[in-house]
Every structure is written in C-alpha cells, then in structure tokens.
C-alpha cells in the first residue's frame, strides 16, 4: 500500500495554450527537499502540469508495484527517488531486454548514489538507455576523507556502518574499501544484522557505533543509506555517547545536530536540477538518453559546533573560515 499519493497541479498564466501533461513522481521517503525543489521547478514553468507523488514508504514489498501503477496511469515522464526505486522501475543494464522493466515511458532519477555501479547507466556521459537520464548528486569520495583529514589531521581509520538491505548502501561499502587501499586510510565496516522480516533493526545501531568504536574509528562515515539517515537522531545519540565524530553526506543530519560535519549538495537544488532535465525532455524535444547524467557541482560544508562541544573535537579555524556553523 502506498503511504503518500498527492497530486499537485502547475498552472500558468498561458496554461490554456499549453499542453497538459503529466508527471508521475516515484518517492521513497515522502517527498523531501528533493522531491519538492522538483515540484517548485515543474510548477514555475510556462507550462500545465499534473504532479502525480507516490511513495513506497520504505516499503521493499510496494516496489514491485511502482511499475504496474505507472503503467496504469500512463504519465507523460516518470521521476524516481533513490537506488532502490529507480531498479524497481527501470530494471538496470542487464535487463534492457526485459519486458518487467520500463523501456518506453522517459525517465529522469535523482537520488541515486552510485548511477554507473549500481547499473543504472553505462556511464554519467552516456546512459546507454533510450529512455533514462537523471542527476548525480554525490562529490568524490576523496573530497569526504580530505574533508576528514583537515578537520582532524591524525585521522587513521574510518568506520562505516551500511546495510545489506540498500543497494546503493553495499555499493558504498565497496567504494570505500577500495578508497582505502588508495588513499591509505583504514576501514573499519559494520553490516547491520537483517530481522526475519529482511529488514535492519534500530536496535542494533548503537551497537555497532560501540562496535566500530573498539575498532579504533576516528571518524564515522554515514555512507549511503535511507535506514540510516531516517535514523539518524538514534546514530548522533550513540556518537555522542561514544564521543565518536560523524561526517554525514546528508547536511539535514548536521544541521539537526545528529552529525558532527557534513559535505553535501543541497537536496532542494538537486530536485531542481532534476526538474531541468524534465523540462529538457518534455519541453525542449530531447531523447532522455541523448541527455548526460546532471552533475551538481557545488557542495556546501556544515559543522554542528554543539555536537563538537559533546564530544570534545573541535574545527580547525581554517575549516571554519570556508563551512557554514550551525549549533
């Protein structure tokens, strides 16, 4: 069952000489910041719009039927939210030939951490897939450990917590452990434990904080996971017990004081920039797959001076010269 269907209309000035079209926005997680700087840029343009959101509400049994329902509605261009939702719809480039996937309806994902090695797409450059396209939003992963390193030059292991259940949260994992290798770091990784159900258990969270903590960590990487950053007041509360620092590459956990430091882009400005590719396709005459993958650029750094108090490791003068600090 879905937990969110609302459909938001745009109407302009010039909305009875425009085409009346219809987007069907594909959520994971309610419609976030990403979600609604897509709806913010849909509904400015000189055009008529039907926003159609439906979320899976984190829920790995709805994926199988984000598809069917899509195909019911038969919108104009599908937008889908995160890894999981996107493979649910789009299948990846092994199953380009395969009729449960869709080949036909345009679309645009965003939210996706790892596009090329989840196998979404061939490449950032070239998708390989006549009807997908979307945004990358993530920096390099070495901007993370030189993040790392300015704030606490005696950084020597990275501890990471991922989940088995998230695709683009395994695929992290294996990102980081090659990182490691390259940019001579350790990597202290801990799988959270999978219920009956498939599912991770909150419970578990502060126990491998603890866990990651006996392994020397210096820094807590909260990689790329939904389950994690849904929970994220449960893992800052157990850094903060532990005095174990975080760095999140989600900004809303800095500012909301469950991460010590975050480098981020703007999830509103990732949305956007979603909603430019949207337009690209169904204003401008393009193929989605003529389209690169949209790649943010600027990423913003944010410390929590509160949690840096709380575990007694403060910023240097010249990180602080170039984040924004929040308390």
């Known amino acids: ?120 797409v061939q490449s950032l450059d070239a998708t390989g897939r006549d009807n997908l396209t979307g945004t990358y939003n993530r920096m390099p992963e070495r901007v993370t450990i030189q993040t790392i390193r300015h704030y606490l030059p005696t950084f020597d292991t990275l501890g990471l917590i991922y989940n088995e259940n998230e695709q683009n949260s395994v695929l992290k994992y294996r990102e980081m452990a090659e990182l490691a290798e390259e940019e001579n770091f350790r990597l202290a990784a801990a799988a959270l434990p999978l219920a009956s159900d498939g599912l991770p258990m909150v419970e578990d969270i502060p126990l491998k904080v603890r866990e990651l903590v006996r392994e020397g960590a210096d ?52 949305g956007r920039l979603a909603g430019r590719q949207v337009e690209e396709i169904l204003f401008g005459g393009a193929s989605p797959g003529d389209l690169p993958v949209a790649r943010m650029t600027e990423f913003a750094v944010t410390v929590n001076l509160s949690m840096a108090k709380d575990i007694g490791v403060f910023p240097p003068v010249s990180l602080l010269q170039i984040a924004e600090v929040v308390e």
């Open 1 to 120: 069952m879905f937990v969110i269907a609302a459909v938001i209309s745009g109407v302009s000035s010039t909305a009875s000489q425009a085409e009346h079209l219809n987007i069907l926005v594909d959520t994971w997680r309610g419609c976030e910041e990403a979600c609604q700087g897509l709806t913010d840029y849909l509904e400015a343009l000189d055009h008529e719009v039907n926003i159609n959101v439906r979320d899976a509400g984190q829920d790995t049994n709805v994926l199988p039927l984000l598809l069917e329902e899509a195909r019911e509605q038969d919108p104009d261009l599908i937008v889908s939210w995160g890894t999981s939702v996107t493979i649910a719809i789009a299948g990846d480039m092994s199953q380009l030939d395969d009729p449960a996937y869709n080949h036909e309806i345009p679309q645009v994902f965003m939210i996706v951490a790892d596009p090329v090695g989840s196998g979404v």
């Open 219 to 270: 820094f807590l990487y909260v990689g790329s996971s939904s389950f994690l950053q849904a929970n994220s007041a449960i893992l800052g509360a157990a850094a903060r017990n532990a005095g174990l620092p975080v760095i999140s590459p989600y900004e809303e956990a800095a500012r909301q004081g469950d991460a010590l430091l975050s480098v981020a882009a703007n999830y509103y400005e990732v």
